[in-house]
């Protein structure tokens, strides 16, 4: 925004300084004088003497009045000006750090020292505040490299294929399309799955009533066959979780966790357990699952996009990895809470906490 030159804070607070000393000297001046002419004129009431002493007295004393005055205004503007810029200091320094991180230098910290007050709980919020943008950013590049990587790698291999097809005319074209075909699939999941990561963290959604146990049914109808074919039961239980949100993002970070839950289980006789329960002002939904052990170093790196946390990342199953990277973006939408644990006996325990359906229809 341009804006009109103007007078520093500084030499505001400089000209406030002293003009507010320069009316309490005075006040101070006034006062003392008047006290003195009333004193004059009792004294002549009283008939001692003829002159007046109050007069002579004011008039000897102007000259030190105005002495007084000068130097009041000169002391006034000199320790105005030298104590606006000691409390204006930290100031200039949250100016200066925001300055840098508008060059897009985010790795600055003010850090500025003392006891608490306004201007240092100021430069710890900017500085919280450069932290999670550092962070946000850092993670956008590793995401934009990832995805990068991810989707070249099927390009490749549908380039290197039509070259093969190109050069060798006796080549089974049928085995051509089915791996064309499946290369293709697993790129266009892929740009879905970057397209609604995208939609989540912009919230370009409607929000409505959405009830978990639903979607929780809905997930679990959707993957029986998958969950048949890989020898793993589903349990559900819980109660009706009412929640606001997008219905379609909700089912699908329901999916997602129940996929995983699937998949990444043990190769026979694995179980899936899915519960939805009311907590005050949250609902919770939780998905876990039988399987190998997980460590809690590797858990947290599970929510991070293009990570898998065992080796069956070769089946048709295994998805693009990022399912659990939506889950976290989804969940965060909603502004609620996702927590990974690994359960003792192995496999994972995934918890996402919700707010609660408003009951005002009206805040919906």
Not at 10 to 36: E, P
Not at 99 to 111: M, Y
Request: charge should be neutral.
């Amino acid at each position: 925004m341009d804006r009109a030159p103007g007078l520093s804070v500084r030499l505001k607070l400089t000209l406030s300084y002293a003009g507010f000393l320069m009316l309490a000297g005075i006040l101070l001046i006034v006062t003392v004088g008047l006290y003195l002419s009333l004193q004059g004129e009792l004294f002549n009431e009283a008939g001692a003497v003829q002159a007046t002493p109050g007069t002579m007295f004011l008039k000897a004393f102007a000259p030190t009045a105005a002495a007084t005055m000068a130097f009041l205004l000169v002391f006034g503007v000199l320790g105005g000006w030298i104590l606006a810029g000691r409390m204006l200091a930290p100031l200039n320094r949250i100016t200066d750090a925001t300055r840098t991180a508008a060059t897009g230098s985010l790795s600055h910290r003010i850090r500025l020292p003392g006891r608490k007050d306004e201007f240092r709980e100021l430069a710890d919020t900017f500085d919280a505040m450069l932290a999670r943008l550092e962070a946000h950013v850092a993670e956008q590049r590793r995401f934009a490299a990832n995805a990068s990587h991810e989707l070249r790698t099927p390009l490749a291999i549908s380039k290197s294929l039509l070259d093969v097809a190109r050069t060798d005319p006796h080549h089974d074209t049928g085995r051509l399309i089915d791996r064309l075909h499946t290369v293709n699939t697993r790129a266009i999941d892929l740009t879905e799955a970057l397209l609604l990561v995208s939609r989540a963290e912009q919230r370009s959604f409607t929000r409505q009533r959405v009830d978990l146990s639903l979607m929780a049914e809905e997930a679990t109808e959707t993957l029986l066959p998958l969950a048949e074919k890989h020898g793993v039961t589903i349990e559900t239980r819980g109660d009706i979780t009412p929640t606001t949100g997008s219905q379609a993002l909700l089912l699908q970070l329901t999916t997602n966790l129940v996929h995983n839950a699937i998949v990444h289980n043990l190769p026979e006789q694995g179980t899936v357990w899915i519960t939805t329960e009311v907590r005050p002002g949250t609902v919770v939904l939780t998905v876990e699952n039988t399987g190998d052990h997980l460590t809690p170093e590797l858990v947290p790196t599970l929510t991070e996009p293009f990570q898998r946390g065992t080796e069956r990342i070769h089946t048709d199953h295994a998805g693009v990895g990022l399912g659990l990277a939506i889950v976290k973006t989804i969940t965060q939408a909603h502004d609620g809470t996702l927590t990974l644990t690994p359960r003792p006996t192995g496999g994972l325990r995934v918890t996402v906490e919700l707010p609660a359906q408003n009951p005002r229809p009206d805040s919906i």
